[in-house]
């Protein structure tokens, strides 16, 4: 009810890690493009099942640009991993780049796990984008989403995938261990996506306090990134 979405399109899992790892063994990619710096799950989940993978560096600083069209077009991949906001840059994807990543994986036959974990947290910010809303125009991507970020309930573990391609999401349903989602979990889920004012209130909050900490940053002489989500990047 949340998304829109029938019960069919959605897996729920032990955290957003689980349904990477599990959603990894159903499709059973044989060569992987990984952008990077990237979340470390992507690499373990597919390194399990013996899947080759390939990094491609993100151009300084860290953010997707039209290059990563040309390395999809001359490899031979069938699974990309793809995070917006990007864990741990904190940078989105450009929504019109993201379209043609998304349109030419169709045209390639690669599948898609599209991480948008902290999405929810960048709701407001003009560069960032959610593809729920035309999930189906996609059948050939899973979009990751968490509960435990935006809520602050990481020790619950409740992650969730959802695939216009519920012959996907039933294969992924039976992999890993039966019953992965606790009745805690499952409560708490309920509570939260209901709580529309606390919701704002994040939001709220979050727009003051990371440009906040983002100059303190700065002033002690750190080189910071703009960041889309409720972390920074800095070196």
């Not at 959802?162 to 012959?167: F, M, R, V, Y």
């Not at 080189?223 to 889309?228: F, G, K, N, Y």
Request: net charge negative; with cysteine; proline share 7%.
């Amino acid at each position: 009810e949340f998304h829109g979405k029938t019960p069919e399109q959605i897996v729920c899992g032990n955290g957003g890690a689980d349904v990477i790892f599990r959603t990894v063994r159903a499709v059973s990619p044989s060569h992987a493009l990984i952008p990077v710096p990237a979340f470390s799950e992507y690499a373990a989940a597919l390194a399990e099942i013996g899947c080759r993978v390939t990094y491609w560096k993100m151009p300084f600083p860290y953010q997707l640009d039209e290059t990563i069209l040309k390395a999809l077009e001359c490899g031979s991949y069938d699974f990309l991993a793809l995070c917006n906001p990007n864990n741990p840059t904190g940078t989105g994807i450009a929504p019109e780049l993201l379209e043609r990543i998304l349109c030419l994986a169709a045209e390639k036959h690669i599948f898609v796990l599209l991480d948008e974990c902290f999405c929810d947290m960048a709701e407001t910010e003009p560069g960032i984008r959610s593809m729920l809303p035309c999930l189906e125009q996609y059948p050939h991507v899973l979009v990751l989403k968490s509960l435990t970020k935006l809520y602050a309930i990481p020790g619950l573990r409740l992650g969730y995938g959802l695939c216009a391609d519920t012959e996907l999401v039933e294969k992924i349903r039976q992999t890993g261990q039966p019953w992965p989602v606790n009745t805690l979990a499952a409560e708490a889920a309920c509570a939260v996506l209901n709580d529309k004012a606390y919701q704002m209130q994040f939001r709220e909050f979050l727009q003051q306090a990371r440009p906040d900490l983002q100059r303190g940053l700065t002033r002690l002489g750190f080189q910071v990134w703009d960041s889309h989500a409720n972390f920074l990047f800095f070196r």
